[in-house]
Each structure stands twice: as structure tokens, then as C-alpha cells.
């Protein structure tokens, strides 16, 4: 799920033709910053872990420290892969392939989201926040969690644009995102490994 989720972001973020929110967020953000796009990825998910114990109102040790180990190598890769990716000419590809795999890039991170949610063992906390609330607050629809959980990623980005005058990483495939990715997460729980099921749920 860590590979896929890596893979699938990098992807967005080296064909620049749209990011999944969070991801494109932290582009932008590392564009107006001297932060690197991987030490971002970390600090916004530590963020979130933050924003999680506060909607829990307590503290698992287990749940953290799933949460810390799971964006290291994620966020590592994603710098890495996206590299490479640029290194083999990615962005060169005629347009409708490089929205082809843009787009493939979110099924593939909305597939990981499906795989580690209902393992619920060690997850990316932006993926956890979406997990607590869906269970939490709107009875398991990950369409609406989805969407909710987009909100800060997408105030950051305003943001960065308003300090920068530009904006990076937001196109077919971050509205791609915005509209299907929660959907895909829905039904790739039916059709990924369907004998998986949600777990350990608060």
C-alpha cells in the first residue's frame, strides 16, 4: 500500500497535470518555502496526527507510531519516485497519456487508501483523519469523508497561490481527485481483496 500510495502520487506530481489535494497542497507550499516536497509531506502529516488526537480526545501510542512509521518511507519515495520519473521523461509524453496516467496515479492512491484503511494497522494520518470521520461522523461513506478531509489542503493552497501568484500541481487530475477518489476508495473495498474488512474502527 506504501508503494502504491508513493507510486501513485509521484505520478501526479511529476506529470504536473493535477495532484491529489494533499499532495498538490504541499508542492505548492514547498514552492513558497525553502522545505523540501518530502520534509512537507512529513510535517503536514504530523500536523494532521495532531489534529487526529484532538478529534479522538486521546492518545494511542499504537495509532502514532503506525502514523510516523508509515510516512517515512511514503514520503521519502514520493521524492524519490517523482525524480525518477522526471529523469525518464514523463513529462514528455503526448497529452492524452499523461492524462491517462495522471489519472492512474489517483486510482492507485485511492486503491492503497482502501488496502491500509481496512487493514487499520499503520496508516498515513491524512488517511486516518478520513477513516475517523467517515466511521465517526458519516457513517461509513468514504465519498463525504473524502471531501471533508480535502478542505485544509485546498485553504493551503489558496493561500500559497495568493503569496506566490502561482499555482503548481492543480489540474485535470487534482479535479479528477476531488470528484472520484473517494468513490474509488468505496469501491475498491468491494473489488481489492474484498475478504479484507474494516477493523479496530473508534
Known amino acids: 500500500s506504501i508503494f502504491l500510495n508513493s507510486l501513485g502520487n509521484a505520478l501526479t506530481v511529476s506529470l504536473n497535470l493535477g495532484s491529489a489535494l494533499w499532495t498538490a497542497a504541499a508542492v505548492n507550499i514547498a514552492k513558497i518555502t525553502p522545505i523540501s516536497l518530502s520534509a512537507m509531506l512529513f510535517i503536514?502529516?504530523?500536523i494532521?496526527?495532531?489534529v487526529n488526537l484532538v478529534i479522538l480526545k486521546k492518545v494511542n501510542v499504537k495509532r502514532i507510531l503506525g502514523n510516523l512509521i508509515?510516512?517515512?518511507?511514503?514520503s521519502i519515495l514520493?521524492?524519490?519516485?517523482?525524480?525518477?520519473?522526471?529523469?525518464?521523461?514523463?513529462?514528455?509524453?503526448?497529452?492524452?497519456?499523461?492524462?491517462?496516467?495522471?489519472?492512474?496515479?489517483v486510482v492507485l492512491i485511492a486503491i492503497a487508501i482502501s488496502l491500509y484503511q481496512r487493514i487499520n494497522w499503520m496508516l498515513h494520518p491524512v488517511d486516518d483523519l478520513?477513516?475517523?470521520i467517515?466511521?465517526?461522523?458519516f457513517k461509513g461513506s468514504s465519498t463525504i469523508a473524502q471531501l471533508i478531509t480535502f478542505t485544509p489542503p485546498i485553504v493551503a493552497i489558496i493561500i500559497s497561490v495568493i503569496v506566490s501568484h502561482h499555482i503548481y500541481a492543480i489540474n485535470v487530475g487534482t479535479i479528477f481527485a476531488l470528484l472520484c477518489q473517494?468513490?474509488?476508495?468505496?469501491?475498491?473495498?468491494?473489488?481489492?481483496?474484498?475478504?479484507?474488512?474494516?477493523?479496530?474502527?473508534?
Request: hydrophobic share 50%; aromatic share 12%.
Open 70 to 74: 508509515f510516512m517515512t518511507p511514503f
Open 182 to 202: 473517494g468513490p474509488i476508495v468505496g469501491i475498491a473495498d468491494k473489488v481489492v481483496f474484498p475478504s479484507l474488512k474494516q477493523r479496530n474502527l473508534d
Open 78 to 105: 514520493v521524492g524519490i519516485f517523482a525524480t525518477e520519473l522526471v529523469k525518464l521523461g514523463i513529462h514528455s509524453l503526448n497529452l492524452p497519456v499523461r492524462i491517462f496516467l495522471d489519472c492512474l496515479g
Open 134 to 137: 467517515r466511521f465517526k461522523y
Open 130 to 132: 478520513m477513516q475517523i
Open 44 to 46: 503536514s502529516g504530523f
Open 48 to 50: 494532521v496526527i495532531i
